[in-house]
């Protein structure tokens, strides 16, 4: 092997090692930060304008300062609302997807400055309100949602206990045969009580049960409270037993719901009120210009 | 040790077979291959997948013999300890093996297949939050739509449907305009309030900016402050970024730099509006007469650093047809026909003041407020009426009548012919020494009808003259002439106004002594024109604090900061502002308004000072 040889393969390695290097780098620190610097440059222009440009009687949407500051406003929302279609088009090149993401994010965070120049601390109960109160609950689920990712995915993981969901389930569903089995010496009440909890949804409880992990109706826990083990009976102790697996795995599983609610909730206000505010958006561009 | 070992399978048409066998012995092999003590026939399973030994306590040991764990409970291990007495269930590929504790001590396993998985994947999609909160879709539907509907729909639809409201009547429905006040970005000045249910009042046609003429039905009676076409001249060149804004703006509809939306905004809450800041007066005055050059007045910018001298109108010559306007500047004398020392009036020692101290309407020496009357609003003074003022001194009392006396008539020489002739048909004095004392008796005696006066005729003609000439009755204050050759005075002309141009209010001035400002206890005629120059306002009206001072220093107590709209109004310059008309920044309170009868003459002056 010559030295130039030599040379250039060394090259190409150190390039594989920059782009797998590079393929490890989350969206936050995405090239050095570029977008955070993109969007902090943003954010210092609009203020510097705001301070320095003299605005009669006082600041004002409908200033030409205002309308430029609405302009960007604008066209940031309706550029940020595209990650929705540009997530579903996979496309190679320079803006891959995560470049892409980057700039959601950073760009997303400097509407804060933006759009609140744009109001000139003018807020009342219309239109115009309304679409900025949109776009800061859009923004706050959105960093809501970052914040998420970065912490709550290894809980998910940790809790996981190596079994898929799947496995959660089937673990469950395998208890509750046993169970089913188990509980056939008991008499009709206590038998109730077991019927009860394998009849109960394992997913029941709602969305704010999951959130909260709070399920004051669980069915087995119910069945735990009231089998009556004070007899001593055999079957009822072995019931007993099997009814704490369950609630033992059921806990798990709702752990990790609570976990997967918390990580999965934000899209559920982000998205509909991203599109909520592109409606409240044409209303109030709209309204300004039909009685302008 | 022995072994329950029971097979569960179905037959085609669902029915069950279950085969039972045991097997005495304390360990069991599982898997694939024939020799197992259970033998299952799945590629899954390995030949020997695991072993099942009973402990010494009873409980059973699982163990996975190859690399491949098992199932138990639903999860994948390689070992596990059961407790028959719990029961456990072991899965191997396809099928499951429950292990349970049979009556008498006996273990038993049951095999059975395996159900199919195919419900399993929406068990795992019921992990996801989605499964328990409303489709991200619909809401987006749900919500978008409503906003469009309820906050964009409806308003343009009641707007274009409903009845419309005549300016300053009640709207024909009520509520008309509930959808679209949510469009509205702030409460309106309390000027147009009364508009608020009643949008195209201002905003007569959708996507046209209010324009000039709709503000003009109502506002009809504003003046121009100057003629289109001049203010177009005298205005300066906009910045380029300005005129590109204007040219933006220009061409979606907006009409232009001085149109009335330019300076009053609306919608800026339920607040007296704001007047336009100075830079709006100093854009186009700074340098006004390098484009206007036939204008009057001099430039200005900050009544502080630029602002010409004043200019009172006033008198100049005695009986002049029109007051002229003349700088302070200039050498200048008020001719206004009056003679009137301030000085001796006003001093505290001298002879007025020892006679003003013995009248009992005064009892103290005069001060400016014997004579000068503040109006009703305070903020000009009543002219000076001879005989309030003057008339306790300056005496016109002609003679006894009756239990009083008889007067001249002041203010018309005319009406002081007839009254200095009436005293001369009273009685003469006698024509000789001798005959006083003695009167003829009857009807023939004075106040008789019969008494004839034989006094000399001419008298009456000197008297006249007499009293006009200076020293005299009416020349102690006037000034006498000729007119078509009879005898006569100078008309007396004062100006209700001296600054015609500007607006100034004594009653924002009540702290400050007369004297301060006009110099009237040194003014030994009445030619001096008592008005104060520019520097002695200057004194404290500092004009705008620019932005750069303000950083710096500190305004003081004795500054006044004063911008344009101070003293000057744009629509009614002459004029104070109407009583209800906006606040303008830094003035104060009591300095606005006169009674709005004067607006109408504001108009008129006003056009007549840009009449070209």
Redesign the interface.
């Known amino acids: 092997m010559t030295a130039a040889s030599q040379k250039a393969s060394q090259n190409t390695f150190k390039q594989r090692e920059k782009a797998r290097n590079a393929d490890h780098v989350g969206f936050l620190k995405h090239k050095y930060f570029r977008y955070l610097w993109v969007a902090l440059a943003l954010c210092g222009v609009c203020i510097a304008g705001y301070v320095m440009i003299?605005q009669?009687?006082?600041p004002?949407?409908?200033s030409?300062y205002g309308y430029t500051l609405g302009t960007i406003g604008v066209l940031l929302i309706i550029w940020l609302s595209l990650l929705g279609l540009r997530k579903r088009r996979p496309t190679p090149g320079h803006w891959s997807l995560k470049s892409w993401t980057s700039a959601h994010v950073y760009l997303g965070l400097s509407l804060i400055v933006v759009g609140t120049l744009h109001t000139g601390f003018?807020f009342?109960?219309?239109?115009?309100t309304?679409a900025y109160a949109l776009m800061i609950i859009v923004i706050v689920t959105g960093i809501y949602g970052v914040a998420v990712y970065a912490t709550l995915p290894a809980k998910l993981s940790s809790n996981r206990n190596?079994?898929t969901?799947?496995?959660?389930?089937?673990?469950?569903?395998?208890?509750d045969?046993?169970l089913e089995?188990?509980a056939q010496p008991l008499n009709r009440d206590q038998s109730d009580l077991v019927i009860g909890a394998l009849e109960q949804d394992?997913?029941y409880?709602?969305?704010w049960g999951?959130l909260a992990g709070s399920y004051p109706g669980c069915a087995t826990a119910s069945a735990l409270k009231n089998l009556d083990t004070a007899s001593g009976n055999?079957a009822t102790e072995?019931v007993h037993?099997?009814l704490t697996?369950r609630s033992d795995?059921l806990a798990q599983?709702r752990r990790?719901?609570r976990i997967?609610?918390l990580l999965?909730?934000w899209?559920?206000i982000h998205?509909?009120?991203?599109?909520?505010l592109?409606?409240?958006l044409?209303?109030h561009i709209?309204?300004?210009?039909?009685?302008? | 040790m022995s072994f329950l070992i029971r097979t569960i399978d179905y037959t085609a048409a669902g029915r069950e077979i279950v085969r039972e066998r045991t097997v005495y012995q304390s360990s069991l092999f599982i898997g694939r291959a024939a020799e197992n003590d259970i033998h299952l026939p799945d590629l899954a399973v390995e030949q020997r997948h695991i072993s099942i030994n009973q402990l010494p306590d009873g409980g059973l040991q699982v163990e996975a013999l190859g690399t491949l764990g098992f199932g138990i409970d639903g999860r994948v291990v390689s070992k596990a300890a059961v407790d028959p007495a719990t029961g456990a269930e072991i899965e191997l590929g396809s099928s499951r093996l429950t292990i349970a504790k049979e009556a008498g001590d006996a273990i038993s396993i049951t095999i059975k297949q395996a159900e199919e998985k195919g419900a399993k994947v929406d068990t795992v999609a019921g992990f996801a939050l989605a499964s328990a909160l409303p489709s991200k879709r619909a809401m987006a539907w749900v919500f978008s739509l409503a906003i469009l509907v309820l906050l964009l729909s409806i308003p343009v639809f009641t707007h274009l449907t409903r009845d419309k409201a005549a300016p300053g009547e009640p709207a024909p429905m009520v509520d008309q305009v509930a959808f679209d006040s949510t469009w509205s970005s702030g409460e309106l000045s309390l000027a147009h309030h009364d508009l608020k249910d009643n949008c195209e009042a201002c905003h007569a046609t959708p996507f046209v900016s209010v324009q000039d003429n709709t503000c003009l039905t109502c506002h009809e009676e504003l003046g121009e402050h100057a003629a289109k076409p001049r203010l177009a001249k005298g205005m300066a060149p906009l910045p380029a970024g300005e005129a590109w804004q204007w040219a933006v703006a220009q061409t979606l509809g907006k009409e232009g730099p001085g149109s009335c939306t330019s300076c009053h905004l609306e919608h800026e809450g339920k607040v007296r509006q704001q007047a336009a800041t100075q830079q709006f007066c100093s854009d186009c005055h700074d340098a006004l007469d390098t484009r206007l050059s036939d204008v009057g007045f001099g430039n200005a910018n900050n009544f502080g650093e630029k602002h010409p001298q004043f200019r009172p109108t006033f008198y100049t010559a005695y009986g002049q047809d029109e007051p002229v306007r003349v700088s302070l500047d200039k050498k200048i004398e008020e001719k206004s026909g009056l003679k009137f020392p301030h000085d001796i009036h006003m001093d505290a020692q001298g002879g007025v003041a020892r006679m003003a101290i013995s009248l009992p309407n005064y009892e103290e020496p005069l001060d400016c407020a014997s004579c000068h009357a503040l109006t009703q609003d305070e903020v000009g003074f009543e002219p000076v009426e001879m005989e309030d003022s003057c008339e306790s001194c300056h005496s016109l009392v002609s003679g006894r009548s009756g239990s009083g006396f008889t007067s001249l008539r002041h203010g018309d020489v005319d009406d002081l012919m007839e009254d200095l002739a009436r005293i001369d048909r009273s009685p003469r004095r006698p024509v000789s020494p001798v005959a006083r004392g003695r009167t003829r008796p009857g009807q023939f005696a004075r106040g008789g009808t019969y008494a004839v006066n034989f006094g000399r005729p001419a008298s009456s003609l000197i008297s006249i003259n007499r009293a006009l000439m200076p020293g005299g009755t009416c020349g102690d204050c006037h000034i006498n002439t000729r007119t078509d050759g009879r005898p006569d005075l100078v008309p007396v002309n004062i100006p209700d106004r001296y600054m015609q141009h500007g607006f100034f209010s004594h009653k924002a001035h009540e702290e400050e002594k007369c004297t301060d400002c006009h110099e009237a206890n040194t003014s030994k005629a009445s030619t001096d024109l008592l008005l104060p120059g520019l520097k002695s306002c200057r004194d404290c009206h500092i004009g705008e604090v620019l932005p750069s001072r303000a950083m710096t220093v500190a305004v003081k107590d004795d500054e006044v900061p004063s911008t344009c709209a101070m003293c000057h109004g744009y629509h009614t310059p002459t004029n104070p502002w109407p009583g209800d008309h906006p606040i303008l920044q830094s003035t104060p309170e009591g300095a606005r308004g006169r009674e709005r009868g004067r607006e109408t003459d504001s108009v008129a002056s006003l056009s007549a000072m840009f009449k070209d």
């Open positions: 003299d009669d009687p006082r004002n949407g409908g030409w003018q009342g109960w219309n239109v115009h309304l190596e079994m969901r799947t496995q959660m389930v089937e673990a469950l569903t395998a208890i045969r046993q089995t188990a394992i997913f409880g709602g969305a999951r055999e072995k037993t099997l697996r795995q599983i990790h719901l997967r609610a999965e909730v899209l559920f998205v509909p009120a991203t599109i909520a592109l409606a409240a044409l209303a709209v309204s300004v210009f039909y009685y302008w």
